[in-house]
């Protein structure tokens, strides 16, 4: 199968079944290329039901995971998104086809360059990246619709709870470091709705407010 074909089989055989029923984070799914995301070494298994090695000893997550978070964010193509942690940048693309503009950060310098240039190549103009500690947020681009953390963290960091719109969405993997579960938040008339999803692992947020860099051995 080329990479089309198998990216239209990962739609279907691992998004739809687990039940991912936004029409526009599978037309999503089903359009960016995934494999430009990994080391060419790595391309044969982008559209495998895993997460892969990136550099530094980060990962690009699995496709389902993107998928879930996507589609709690509830995006309808009007918001300003923040993600804290770009990765290799396929979460910030997704983001990017489904909302008006996407701000992404991201502590490893290298990945943010290998990321810019694939935003480059692929033509998405609507993706602005800085490098730094996320769990801080970006306060002059503040407030933001939405927000995705794509690293595990103990707990909601207080600033992006606060550069969160009324109305605005956070999903993010909360809990141990070793384990933690989606959390869905939702802000609305001052006070914050919690809903808890599915189990996950996520690679861990460093940073003031998420763990400290001690505590990373992946
Ligand atoms: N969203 C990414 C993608 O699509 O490839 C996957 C993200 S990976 C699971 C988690 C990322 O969070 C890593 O690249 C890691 O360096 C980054 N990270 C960890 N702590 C961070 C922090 N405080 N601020 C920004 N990025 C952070």
């Not at 509830?74 to 804290?84: A, H, P, Q, S």
Request: neutral net charge; aromatic residues 6%; charged residues 25%.
């Amino acid at each position: 199968m080329g990479f089309d074909e198998l990216r239209e089989f990962m739609v279907n055989t691992q998004l739809i079944p687990r039940g991912i029923r936004d029409e526009r984070v599978l037309k999503a799914m089903r359009k960016v290329p995934r494999h430009l995301f990994v080391d060419e070494s790595m391309q044969y298994k982008a559209y495998d039901d895993m997460a892969l090695p990136i550099c530094g000893g980060q990962t690009i997550s699995q496709p389902y995971m993107v998928a879930i978070m996507t589609e709690l964010l509830e995006l309808k193509g009007d918001e300003k998104v923040l993600e804290v942690g770009t990765g290799s940048g396929y979460q910030a693309v997704i983001l990017a086809e489904l909302s008006r503009e996407v701000y992404t950060i991201e502590r490893i310098p290298p990945l943010v360059e290998k990321a810019e240039g694939r935003f480059r190549i692929l033509g998405y103009k609507n993706i602005h990246t800085r490098i730094g500690d996320g769990t801080l947020g970006w306060t002059e681009k503040a407030p933001f619709d939405r927000i995705i953390i794509t690293a595990a963290t103990p707990e909601i960091p207080v600033p992006l709870l606060e550069q969160l719109s009324e109305g605005g969405i956070i999903v993010a993997p909360v809990g141990e470091r070793l384990s933690q579960q989606l959390l869905k938040i939702r802000k609305t008339k001052g006070k914050v709705l919690k809903e808890r999803h599915t189990p996950c692992v996520f690679v861990p947020l460093i940073g003031k407010y998420g763990w400290s860099e001690e505590t990373d051995s992946s």
